[in-house]
């Protein structure tokens, strides 16, 4: 059975994840809240916050398009090691794995959304990282960029009062909103919040408070 939410990727779209309950996964203890799906509705390309309880896991399975993961909150595990609060993973197509957390943790998940076996897998602690200063009380830590693939994927921190302008003519931009809130000429946005749009003006962000936040540009299919 095919699924649709949020799946025109020529539309804006704005979801408030903390207003929204869990519902729960094929894994009885483990638990998601969709931001977006097109395709089967446990085999489609999809975006969403998964909740692992303690104790919980995942049985083993294979990742046809990949995997994209943003862990928020505990310890995520599997057999390629423990990844804390702050870690940040891509396991390319065909990656297999059984996820568990003994503490529980809070996920940032993308399904089946990196086509192509000569991905490099990436796994890395945030907090350990180096973060470029872009000037203007905004700095960024890149995440992902491959010459051949179209994505980039960041994380970007905005100093209260600075703006951050995420350009026109990228194919697509999405973020997700870590912590604080920012404004732009449209409405404002909270911790938690995901945006999804099209890039073909300029955007600007004014951040309300200091602002951690994931960026991806360049990937969606219009």
Known sequence: MTEHLNADFAQAVVVHTSAMEWQQSP??????KRLDLSGA???????????????SKFHPHLHPGGEEILVLDGVFSDAHGDFPAGSYLLNPEGFEHAPFSKSGCVLFVKLKQYPGTNRRQIAINMLQQSWGDLGDGVSRLSLYSEEEHPE??????????????????????EMFLLSGALTDSTDSYAT???????????????ADDAVTAYLKTGHLPV
Do not use: C, Q
């Not at 509705?41 to 104790?55: C, F, L, Q």
């Not at 980039?152 to 931009?173: F, I, N, P, Q, S």
């Open 152 to 173: 980039k994927m960041a994380m970007v921190r905005v100093e209260e009062g600075a703006t951050l302008t995420v350009h026109g003519g990228l194919k697509g931009a």
């Open 192 to 206: 938690g919040d995901w945006l999804r749009w099209p890039t073909d003006e300029d955007r600007i962000f004014t």
């Open 27 to 32: 894994s009885p203890r483990v638990w998601r």
């Open 41 to 55: 509705a446990e085999r489609g390309r999809v975006t969403s916050i998964v909740r692992y309880d303690a104790n």
